[in-house]
C-alpha cells in the first residue's frame, strides 16, 4: 500500500483514503493544495499509516496532494476532510509553530491561525496537554501575537499549547469593510453578527469558540481542547476573551486579559462595532458586554487577570474601563475577584503585552494544572 501511494500519485491517493477514512474511521486527513511540497506530504502519508498501524484505536492522520479534478467541494460535500492547510512549521522553544488556514463554514472564508505546540505536546502519550486561547485586537492577524507576544516561550517552560486565531473574516467582500482600521477587517469584535450585511460572514463569537476549536481537536489530538483550556486577549480579544469566559461557564478554565475593551455598550469602539453588527437594539450588546455580563455569570470564579497600562491613550479615552468591570464583578460578589494591575508608563502596545506575558502565563498554567 505504501509502496502504491508513491508510484501512482495523488489520483489513487484519495480513493484509498477513502477506504480507510470509512473502515478505520480515520478521523483526520491532513491535505494541501501545494503541488511544491508534494513529497513532504507522502512523507506524511508513510509516518501516518505507519503510526495508525503500530497504535490502533489511534487517530491517524493522512495526507495527499489534490490533483486536478478532486475539488475542494466534492471533497467536503463528501465529509472527507478536517481541513487545514499547513502553510509553515516553524522549530520553536522546542516545539513547533504552525501556520495554518482552513475554509470556515461560520464566516465562508479561508481563515488563517496560528497554533504552538510545545515540546510537552509533541510526545504526549497518554495525558492531552492544555491549551491557552490568544484573541488579538484591532488590525491584527495571527501573526502580531505569535511574533511579539513572548508567549511560545512560556507555553514551553509551563506545557501548554497556544491558539492565535485571526480577528475577523477576510475578503468577504462586502461594501464598507476595509474603510477604516476599528471596524470590518481585522475587526470582527468576537461577536455573532445580527445585521445586514455582516451577519452572513462577520460570527467570530461562534467561529472561534464552536467552528475552530472544535475543528483544531481533530487536527491535534494531543491538545485538551475541551477539558483544559483557558482564554486570554488583548483590548478587543481581552473583550473577546471576557465575553468568551463569562457566556461559557465551565468552558475555559481560567481568564485574562490585557487592556480589554471591558465595557463597550458604553465607549466609542463599542458603539461602532456593535450598532452596525448587532443593530440599534441595545439590549443585544449586553449580551457582549463583560461588564453587564459578570452581573449575570453563575459559574466558577477563578480569579481574572487584568494588566493595563496607565500611558495607555486608549485607556485614557475611556475606550477600555477596566474599572467598570471591577466595581460590577464586586457588587455581584463575583468571589475570585478581578486581580487588575494598572502599570505605570506602559502603553496599549505589545512591549506592554510582552512584559507581562509571563504573569499571565502562569496565571493560566495554575488553573491548567501545570503549577501548585
Ligand atoms: N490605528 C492603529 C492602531 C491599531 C492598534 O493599536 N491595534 C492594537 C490593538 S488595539 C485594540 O484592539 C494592536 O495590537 N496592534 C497591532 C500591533 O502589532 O501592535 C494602527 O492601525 O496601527
Not at 258 to 277: D, E, L, M, V
Not at 305 to 322: M, R
Request: contains cysteine.
Amino acid at each position: 500500500m505504501v509502496l502504491l501511494l508513491e508510484s501512482s500519485g495523488s489520483f489513487l491517493v484519495l480513493p484509498i483514503a477513502k477506504i480507510y477514512f470509512f473502515k478505520y474511521k480515520i478521523a483526520n486527513l491532513y491535505w494541501s493544495y501545494n503541488r511544491e511540497h508534494a513529497h513532504i506530504d507522502y512523507i506524511r502519508i508513510y509516518i501516518s499509516i505507519l503510526q495508525f498501524f503500530k497504535s490502533p484505536g489511534q487517530i491517524a492522520i493522512i495526507a495527499f496532494t489534490f490533483s486536478q479534478g478532486i475539488g475542494l467541494k466534492e471533497i467536503i460535500s463528501k465529509r472527507i476532510i478536517m481541513a487545514f492547510k499547513v502553510s509553515q512549521e516553524i522549530y520553536q522553544f522546542g516545539g513547533r509553530l504552525y501556520k495554518l488556514s482552513h475554509p470556515s463554514e461560520i464566516t465562508k472564508t479561508s481563515m488563517d491561525v496560528n497554533v504552538f505546540v510545545p515540546p510537552q505536546g509533541l510526545d504526549a502519550k497518554d495525558k492531552k496537554i492544555p491549551v491557552l486561547l490568544y484573541l488579538s485586537g484591532l488590525t491584527c492577524t495571527p501573526n502580531n501575537a505569535t511574533e511579539k507576544s513572548f508567549f511560545q516561550y512560556f507555553a514551553s517552560k509551563y506545557g501548554f499549547a497556544v491558539v492565535f486565531p485571526d480577528t475577523s473574516p477576510r475578503g468577504a467582500k462586502i461594501e464598507g469593510e476595509d474603510e477604516s482600521w476599528d471596524f470590518g477587517t481585522g475587526a470582527g469584535f468576537y461577536v455573532d453578527s445580527l445585521a445586514e450585511p455582516w451577519s452572513n460572514n462577520y460570527n467570530m463569537y461562534s467561529y472561534v469558540h464552536k467552528e475552530l476549536l472544535s475543528k483544531l481537536a481533530t487536527q491535534f489530538p494531543a491538545l485538551d481542547f475541551e477539558e483544559n483550556i483557558s482564554i486570554t486577549g488583548h483590548s478587543m480579544g481581552g473583550l473577546g476573551a471576557l465575553c468568551g469566559f463569562l457566556k461559557n461557564p465551565g468552558k475555559y478554565k481560567s481568564v485574562s486579559a490585557f487592556a480589554p475593551i471591558s465595557n463597550p455598550s458604553t465607549c466609542p469602539w463599542g458603539h461602532k462595532a456593535f450598532s452596525n453588527y448587532l443593530g440599534k437594539d441595545e439590549s443585544q450588546w449586553l449580551k457582549y458586554d463583560p461588564t453587564h455580563l459578570i452581573k449575570e455569570y453563575k459559574g466558577d470564579q477563578p480569579t481574572i487577570l487584568i494588566h493595563q497600562g496607565a500611558a495607555d491613550g486608549f485607556y485614557k479615552d475611556k475606550q477600555l474601563q477596566p474599572e467598570n468591570l471591577v466595581k460590577a464583578a464586586e457588587e455581584a460578589g463575583y468571589k475570585g475577584g478581578i486581580d487588575l494591575n494598572i502599570v505605570d508608563g506602559y502603553d496599549h502596545s505589545y512591549f506592554f503585552i510582552g512584559t507581562f506575558s509571563e504573569e499571565h502565563a502562569k496565571h493560566h498554567a495554575k488553573y491548567l494544572g501545570l503549577l501548585n
